[in-house]
T-cell receptor
Framework: NAGVTQTPKFQVLKTGQSMTLQCAQDMNHEYMSWYRQDPGMGLRLIHYSVGAGITDQGEVPNGYNVSRSTTEDFPLRLLSAAPSQTSVYFC????????????FGSGTQLSVL | GENVEQHPSTLSVQEGDSAVIKCTYSDSASNYFPWYKQELGKGPQLIIDIRSNVGEKKDQRIAVTLNKTAKHFSLHITETQPEDSAVYFCAASIIGSYDKVIFGPGTSLSVIP
């Protein structure tokens, strides 16, 4: 059982470039989400989804897009990367039954130059 | 909105001693308080959680206490071991409201052998 898988682990972009961070889970979780982790600021919610075809914004959604075409996958797209998006990104998933336990992937460290 | 503060930001203890991390929250509607442990290079992992109808919960060397009146909750680790060294995050949320999980800024715990 792989859990939550994120790719790539590391990425360096130039300002203005676009890219997609991949996230897949094999636990049949309905809820999936993306967080960014910055020093001294904990984890902040970017976007989340409660099922295929349903997405919504979190606390810091600007500059990011998501889609959820299948239960398993929840990619995060950076349309035009900015240095302010340098961060560590985590994907998380959970059952949508009131059980709040989040399962996190191992993260993607992104640097935007 | 909810705000979660966490103290201390760094903590060093001798192996075998106890460690205590404290968090405060602002939204009295919050009713679920998880703690996550993040080891170097990995994603956060849930270690213990508590709901607002319980004042204390214990799991082997780890315990969490909740004071709803004062809006604070704490993580207690007894008989610390080097493998307890990690970053610990507290969070506060409203059960069923996945967009309202607010994390504290984290505590870096070092256990000195």
């Amino acid at each position: 059982n792989a859990g939550v898988t994120q790719t790539p682990k590391f990425q360096v972009l130039k300002t203005g470039q676009s890219m997609t961070l991949q996230c897949a889970q094999d636990m049949n979780h309905e809820y999936m989400s993306w967080y960014r982790q910055d020093p001294g600021m904990g984890l902040r919610l970017i976007h989340y989804s409660v099922g295929a075809g349903i997405t919504d914004q979190g606390e810091v959604p600007n500059g990011y897009n998501v889609s959820r075409s299948t239960t398993e996958d929840f990619p995060l797209r950076l349309l035009s990367a900015a240095p302010s998006q340098t961060s560590v990104y985590f994907c998380a998933s959970s059952y949508w039954t009131g059980d709040e336990k989040l399962f996190f992937g191992s993260g993607t460290q992104l640097s935007v130059l | 909105g909810e705000n979660v503060e966490q103290h201390p930001s760094t903590l060093s203890v001798q192996e075998g001693d106890s460690a205590v991390i404290k968090c405060t929250y602002s939204d009295s509607a919050s009713n679920y308080f998880p703690w996550y442990k993040q080891e170097l290079g990995k994603g956060p992992q849930l270690i213990i959680d508590i709901r607002s109808n319980v004042g204390e919960k214990k799991d082997q060397r780890i315990a969490v206490t909740l004071n709803k009146t004062a809006k604070h909750f704490s993580l207690h680790i007894t008989e610390t071991q080097p493998e307890d060294s990690a970053v610990y995050f507290c969070a506060a949320s409203i059960i069923g409201s996945y967009d309202k999980v607010i994390f504290g800024p984290g505590t870096s715990l070092s256990v000195i052998p």
